[in-house]
């Protein structure tokens, strides 16, 4: 009989899935019930969840993906673009693997000082500017290179036209340049490669090109292929024009156009608190125009602009498509990614966010259920410790990260990480407050711990973290929950010796002697007494004598004797076989 193929997308509802491989609904709910999840017909499981039970089922039927194009994964919105549309500037992320240059060289097209504003030089939120070239006018984005900040990068790669990938000439093609490269690929962006670091002695830009081509399918345009690739220096701002030049003729060949006589739309890139100002939010336009007193509503927030300002920080009375505005007026801060739209007037802008607010709600209710979940529920330890931690971050985008980056240390189920508070903005008394109830260690990225608030740490006994840089506070992370794993007992084998004579046996002693045939033997190790390989009882190696002295180490192919402490009297004979080990406990490390 042919196996059944059954054709699903990324998530499926249980009841879908039950009537696609005619089942009862309720066999497959009692099976995702004894593997922990206690699922619904309308609940929606991912692909892997579904093969794992339909394997765990003995179903004769295999699932296969759904095919998506390209533009079906793209989170960034394409509009139906009109006959009155105008031209708009690119919009262009740069980014690559850290410490290859990508800040440096936007300080250098910019001609400002970025990175030195950058907690250990690491880019650690997305950051738009916009220059220009000649009459153009061109929106950069400098994306976090750091491997916490994936999300980030993806976000940033969903917002563009046009990626820089900027590899370092001594350095090569690195893990997040892949990355770029896939997020780059995955929204359907122009790749535009920046070989960077020419400038070094150790630099050797052919290598790039050729795992660029060899390994990634990007091949140089001298080499016939469709990649252009700048060498440059961002230090010594070589080929910078040439750059920037190649940039807006890849850009001209999309013809990027938007229609500013509509709602603006856009996506949020940024949001946090400030005092005296409230939410500060940043946003990318993407159609229409904003100003000074019109109404936004983004995800389950709205509000009225109070304040419009560019990348400059300067006031401004109107920004169009591709442009990177900073603005306050917002009720609540809204999510890092959330589009955000113009809304008529204030009732229609609250009726909007309300409804979001619904529809969050309702999907929180049957949240997805996925193949990792599901395998961390089979192999769930009952013994696993609890570590629960408040993340507190400066803005949104760094808040995603970090829990994200979090969540994802893995501890092969010893330790189960919980995240029972999280939020932008200083760490507050209502943080201590939930810390000190739970136990909870908080950490703070990017935040202050405020004088009266450090005072209630204090006295309530609570674990206050604070942290610049996002890979020193998961390495904090991942220290304390190792902290919290049983040490793991490890045993290294010695030698081995095969038994002779026998010359006495006690309660608490046995003497004997024989030949090590392996390793070596010396007073204080621990012996297993095998007879064919079965193991008869364990001692202790109390003395060592070598040709009736008392030796410290005995080696293979020499004979002596042993006396062995024993807590019972043990049964030993001929032809035994000793086996001598060291057995310790070893503090276990995550991977």
């Known amino acids: 009989m042919q196996e059944k193929i059954v054709s699903i997308g990324e998530f499926i509802t249980v009841g879908e899935l039950a009537d696609m491989l005619n089942l009862p609904v309720t066999t497959l709910i009692g099976e995702l019930f004894k593997n922990g999840i206690a699922a619904t017909i309308n609940q929606k499981i991912d692909f892997e969840t579904a093969t794992i039970i339909i394997e765990e089922l003995g179903i004769d039927a295999k699932l296969e993906k759904k095919t998506t194009s390209i533009n079906d994964n793209i989170g960034r919105s394409r509009y139906e673009i009109s006959d009155n549309a105008v031209e708009r500037p690119p919009i262009v992320a740069v980014m690559g693997h850290v410490d290859h240059g990508k800040t440096s060289l936007l300080d250098a097209l910019l001609d400002t000082k970025v990175v030195d504003g950058e907690a250990g030089g690491i880019t650690q939120h997305i950051s738009a500017y916009q220059t220009t070239r000649g009459s153009r006018v061109v929106t950069l984005l400098d994306t976090p290179g750091h491997e916490a900040f994936a999300a980030l990068r993806q976000h940033g790669a969903i917002l563009t036209d046009v990626v820089i990938i900027v590899v370092a000439a001594d350095d090569g093609v690195k893990p997040q340049t892949v990355e770029a490269i896939r997020f780059a690929r995955n929204a359907n962006a122009k790749i535009v490669v920046a070989i960077n670091k020419i400038d070094k002695d150790t630099a050797n830009p052919q290598l790039v090109k050729t795992q660029l081509a060899s390994e990634h399918g990007l091949t140089p345009e001298e080499w016939g292929g469709d990649t252009i690739m700048v060498e440059v220096s961002a230090k010594k701002k ?8 190649t940039v807006l003729l890849v850009a001209d060949m999309e013809e990027l156009k938007a229609d500013i006589d509509v709602p603006g739309r856009g996506l949020v890139i940024e949001a946090h608190k400030e005092v005296g100002k409230g939410s500060v939010v940043s946003l990318l336009i993407e159609q229409g125009q904003l100003s000074p007193g019109k109404f936004l509503v983004a995800g389950t927030t709205y509000g009225k602009i109070r304040t419009l300002l560019n990348y400059k920080n300067e006031a401004i009375r109107k920004a169009g498509p591709s442009t990177p505005v900073t603005v306050t007026g917002f009720k609540e801060l809204p999510q890092f990614g959330d589009i955000f739209v113009v809304a008529k007037n204030e009732k229609d802008a609250r009726h909007i966010a309300q409804k979001s607010k619904l529809e969050q709600e309702k999907a929180a209710a049957s949240t997805n259920v996925t193949g990792a979940d599901l395998l961390k529920m089979m192999n769930q330890q009952y013994d696993s410790q609890e570590f629960n931690v408040i993340v507190k971050a400066d803005v949104q985008g760094s808040l995603t990260s970090v829990m994200d980056s979090l969540r994802l240390v893995d501890t092969g189920g010893a330790v189960n990480l919980h995240i029972i508070g999280s939020g932008v903005g200083d760490i507050s008394e209502n943080d201590i407050r939930l810390a000190a109830d739970e136990k909870t260690v908080i950490y703070g990225f990017n935040v202050d711990l405020p004088p009266v608030v450090k005072r209630l740490a204090v006295r309530d006994g609570v674990n206050v973290r604070l942290y ?75 003395k060592v004598q070598r040709q009736q002295q008392e030796a410290k180490e005995v080696f293979a192919g020499e004979m002596c004797g042993i006396s062995l402490k024993t807590s019972k009297k043990i049964h030993i004979e001929e032809g035994d076989k000793l086996e001598f080990f060291t057995r310790e406990l070893v503090k276990r490390t995550l991977g």
């Open 238 to 245: 070589i080929n910078l024009d040439k750059l920037m030049d």
């Open 468 to 542: 610049k840089i996002i890979y020193e506070l998961l390495d904090d992370a991942k220290r304390s929950m190792e902290d919290m794993l049983a040490p793991e007992v490890v045993e290294n084998k010695i030698g081995e010796l095969d038994i002779k004579g026998v010359f006495r046996i006690t309660k608490t002693e046995a003497i004997v002697g024989g030949e090590v045939v392996d390793g070596k033997v010396y007073a204080g190790l621990l012996v297993r007494i095998k007879r064919d390989n079965d193991v008869v009882s364990e001692a202790e190696i109390e």
